[in-house]
């Protein structure tokens, strides 16, 4: 009965490169939300999808970076050109559903762009 | 909008002692409330949740937690701590009306405890 996983968990780019994050909800999961853990701040929301929607983009930033979740396959949180101030630890949460909303989270992804 | 705040940055308790995390919460309704634990380099981790019902919720490891409404507050406490709880713990607000969550969890800045021997 695996939890929600992500990978990498650790990833490593350069400023102008893209980073790719994926995350795969737990299983009977159809809601994702990816959030953000800077450095000495807490978790920010970013995006809440469900299959092939995305239900709430309040808290992603307006340029370089989308998300999606696709019929099949990983949720994708993708960042085009990043800079230093992407470096963060990136979560990902699933839930069954909207009522009695209770989110499970993964391990992260660590990013560092030098 | 809803808003979380956890007033102590940094506790610090020895084991055995009794242990309480403040949380104080703001949201026009009666929100779902949840704490989390996250240990260094790790995802989050459930402790316990409250929707509604008793006010008082039990958790994982021995953590409980208290609903005031006349307070806002949702405070966290575990009578006696193990050296194993050292973490970091994020107080989570969810808004909702009429049973439906609108997704958005809004965190605390969090409290990190340290254990003294």
């Known amino acids: 009965n695996a939890g929600v996983m992500q990978n990498p968990r650790h990833l490593v780019r350069r400023r102008g490169q893209e980073a790719r994050l994926r995350c795969s909800p737990m299983?009977?999961?159809?809601?994702v939300y990816w959030y953000r853990q800077l450095p000495e701040e807490g978790l920010k929301f970013m995006v809440y999808?469900?299959?092939?929607?995305?239900?709430?983009e309040s808290g992603m930033p307006k340029e370089r970076f989308s998300a999606e979740f696709p019929k099949e396959g990983p949720s994708i949180l993708r960042i085009q050109q990043v800079v230093r101030g992407d470096s963060a630890a990136y979560f990902c949460?699933?839930?069954?559903?909207?009522?009695?909303?209770?989110?499970?989270f993964g391990p992260g992804t660590r990013l560092t762009v030098l | 909008a809803q808003s979380v705040t956890q007033p102590d940055i940094h506790i610090t308790v020895s084991e055995g002692a009794s242990l309480e995390l403040r949380c104080n919460y703001s949201?026009?309704?009666?929100?779902?409330l949840f704490w989390y634990v996250q240990s260094p380099g790790q995802g989050l981790q459930l402790l316990l949740k409250?929707?509604?019902?008793?006010?008082l919720v039990q958790g994982i490891k021995g953590f409980e937690a208290e609903f005031k409404r006349s307070q806002s507050s949702f405070n966290l406490r575990k009578p006696s701590v193990h050296w194993s709880d050292a973490a970091e713990y994020f107080c989570?607000?969810?808004?909702?009306?009429?049973?439906?969550?609108?997704?958005?969890?809004?965190f605390g800045q969090g409290t990190i405890l340290t254990v003294h021997p």
């Open positions: 949201y026009g309704a009666t929100p779902y």
């Open positions: 949460a699933s839930s069954r559903d909207r009522v009695d909303n209770e989110q499970f």
């Open positions: 989570a607000v969810l808004a909702n009306a009429g049973g439906t969550s609108y997704g958005k969890l809004t």
């Open positions: 299983k009977g999961h159809s809601h």
């Open positions: 999808l469900q299959k092939e929607n995305i239900i709430d």
């Open positions: 409250y929707f509604s019902g008793d006010t």
